[in-house]
DNA sequence: ATAGCATTGTGACATTCTTCACAACTCCTG
DNA sequence: CAGGAGTTGTGAAGAATGTCACAATGCTAT
């Protein structure tokens, strides 16, 4: 609620009552996925799952990769569980509110619910962002190479210093401010990163909403104000840091 | 629980019954607020605390130094909550976790109880941190100019790829692997930063642990295993953008 | 002084999140 | 094809976190 802007989206409060998977399903069969999750039940159901689950999903799908790359093909919520460091309830209940894919007795097959659950997290495209604020951390963020293999991809760098602007880097050139609602809206771009000084933050995430962004990954250490339907993560080393020295014994 | 390792710290379920901080303090005066905290009560506290509680200190303190900067000597909570988006009420329950800082009618001494959380925090001194890896992640943080501001300062940079070693980064030589425990011990390193590939950062862990760190900011997309005193918190730019896109409508 | 406004600190309550524990089911083995 | 071992999915209980609402108190103005 307060690192994360909880997006409390306000939309009727509908429960969703069709699961989005059944028993019957063949487990390694991706179509069958694809049709339950298209259905009409799945634009309401996030009204009704709790952030924390949402926000543990990636980790699901992060060590489920871990394990393909072993070529393990099944797994049990209490393999998972000790893999995570959490309980093996926990992912029991999480998985749950989307529906039921496991077999008693055999657990979960390892693709089929990595897929399914990129799908839930609507990872099964790549999703285009602007990067604005192109100073030493606009840099290293526009040369990350780990957004690529996780459905995500930079396909625009702005900065307001006209100075900047014209730079490449990594393969994109750096354009100006002002073009960057028009271009949010041209190239129908959903997620927006802010690594700009903390104090043109606010102003900056007002251009991304206006341009039709839902997703903020704001780098600046600010909190920042945008409507309901607006996502914001806030990644902040420096407060981490700072709550961990509490702990620190002496 | 998922994402920051709870440090669920195994000692005497003691209460604590000492506030640290009382009635008769005089706001501004500093010398007070440091007696109080260095007493015998303080080191039991933490067991008491919500970690959630911890979490947001810092962006108590952050907007608090904001405050500061506009010459504003007064807030209440609930002129501190507009600013943060949180309730005025969560303010008050988290701080008196502490003590009690305020003035009924009045409000907080800004100063006061920016330096107050600041020492509850131990972030009244600067803390030498070690940085593992020295990608291109490493360099990032390396030149990153937040920390020195924040109470953390890097002193030390490592590299298990021996052509690394020696290059220097903002003013700092990196330094193999190999000197990285003795070097904590012998600088009585506290804090360590991960940066390394992913395969590597359980490894790294483990010298960091061994050496005596007790916080660990890790960059790596992997959950670490690590004893219970260590306190661990992940910045995880992919696994954020990934739970966002769960609310991107359409 | 005293009244009255503003604001804290906190019991009591409400809500959210986690864990327990077990019926239901699946698979394997003989 | 029955029995046992293993594991899920989930009601119900429990723990943790957040909010309400108000008595207590400090401050200001007259």
Not at 174 to 195: K, N, W
Not at 205 to 226: F, S, T
């Amino acid at each position: 609620m307060l690192d994360c802007n909880e997006s409390d989206i306000s939309m009727p409060a509908i429960a969703r009552t069709t699961p989005i998977a059944r028993d019957d399903r063949e487990p390694t069969n991706p179509y069958r996925v694809d049709m339950d999750l298209d259905d009409e039940a799945d634009e309401l159901s996030h009204l009704n799952i709790p952030d924390v689950v949402i926000r543990r999903l990636p980790i699901y799908v992060r060590t489920l990769h871990s394990l393909l790359e072993k070529e393990q093909t099944s797994v049990s919520s209490e393999e998972l569980a000790r893999m995570i460091d959490v309980t093996a309830a926990q992912i029991r209940r999480d998985l749950s509110y989307f529906g039921k894919f496991g077999k008693q007795g055999k657990g979960y097959d390892v693709g089929y619910l990595s897929d399914t659950i990129e799908r839930i997290l609507k990872l099964d495209r790549t999703w285009g962002m602007v990067l604005c604020g192109m100073g030493k951390l606009g840099h290293a963020i526009a040369n990350y190479r780990g957004f690529q293999r996780s459905s995500f991809e930079i396909t625009g760098l702005f900065d307001s210093d006209e100075s900047a602007v014209g730079e490449v880097v990594n393969e994109l050139p750096i354009r100006p401010m002002r073009e960057l609602v028009d271009t949010i809206r041209e190239e129908h771009i959903r997620v927006g990163i802010i690594a700009t000084p903390r104090v043109n933050a606010q102003e900056t995430a007002d251009m991304l909403v206006e341009g039709g962004v839902e997703a903020i990954l704001n780098y600046a250490p600010v909190i920042l104000r945008v409507p309901a339907h607006v996502t914001v993560r806030e990644i902040d080393p420096v407060s981490a840091l700072q709550s961990m020295t509490y702990y620190i014994s002496e």
